[in-house]
């Protein structure tokens, strides 16, 4: 079995603020996970994934995650948050070994002050 | 590339009228999902093939919700009868095949709204 947690269905930030998107997840196996964006109107679009490798993933846009299997955490940060970061941010994970059905995460609104 | 396309973007119909929603996924991805989005539910999912055979349909709510994929550039949805507690965005996405590290790629989704 497999879940996502995401703390906080709404984040603010500062526009120039360091964004932070928290995930936990919880794996009986070793997990690939992703974090997605979601724009009004809009399906979601990949930013960014960890599968193997490298913990510290960079994505699209400035985002980037690290994986800490000790804390089942992949965070998403951004340094500086822009006004066209506003947008849902979901975070999902699956299982390594064939295909996987994947679960998301409820998401979280990043809403941006200028 | 094109990406996933869906149509129609939004429709709006009478309670108990058929409703259909289509698909055409990316050439040459294997996978295939159809998703319901509500604020209440979150994301589900509500079934999803792999090479046209639908694998888990595991998600659908009930016996008015149907899905075909007859080609692999070609999937439906369709609720018969619809009910106003259907109303939701429906994406569909499509991924390569192979192993779960592969993203889904999702098109815009079709705002539905039964009244």
């Known amino acids: 079995a497999q879940s996502v947690t995401q703390l906080g269905s709404h984040v603010s930030v500062s526009e120039g603020a360091l964004v932070l998107l928290r995930c936990n997840y919880s794996s009986s196996v070793p997990p690939y996970l992703f974090w997605y964006v979601q724009y009004p109107n809009q399906g979601l679009q990949l930013l960014l994934k960890y599968t193997t490798g490298a913990t510290l993933v960079k994505g699209i846009n400035g985002f980037e995650a690290e994986f800490k299997k000790s804390e089942t955490s992949f965070h998403l940060t951004k340094p500086s948050a822009h006004m066209s970061d506003a947008a849902e941010y979901f975070c999902a994970v699956t299982n390594s070994g064939g295909y996987q059905k994947v679960t998301f995460g409820t998401g979280t609104k990043l809403q941006v002050i200028p | 590339d094109a990406g996933v396309i869906q149509s129609p973007r939004h429709e709006v119909t009478e309670m108990g009228q058929e409703v259909t929603l289509r698909c055409k996924p990316i050439?040459?991805?294997?996978?295939l999902f159809w998703y319901r989005q509500t604020m209440m539910r979150g994301l589900e999912l509500l079934i999803y093939f792999n090479n046209n055979v639908p694998i888990d349909d595991s998600g659908m709510p009930e016996d008015r919700f149907s899905a075909k994929m007859p080609n692999a550039s070609f999937s439906t949805l369709k609720i018969q009868p619809s009910e106003p507690r259907d109303s939701a965005v429906y994406f569909c996405a499509s991924s390569p095949g192979g192993q779960s590290n592969q993203p889904q790629h999702f098109g815009d989704g079709t705002r539905l709204s039964i009244l």
């Open positions: 050439s040459g991805h294997d996978y």
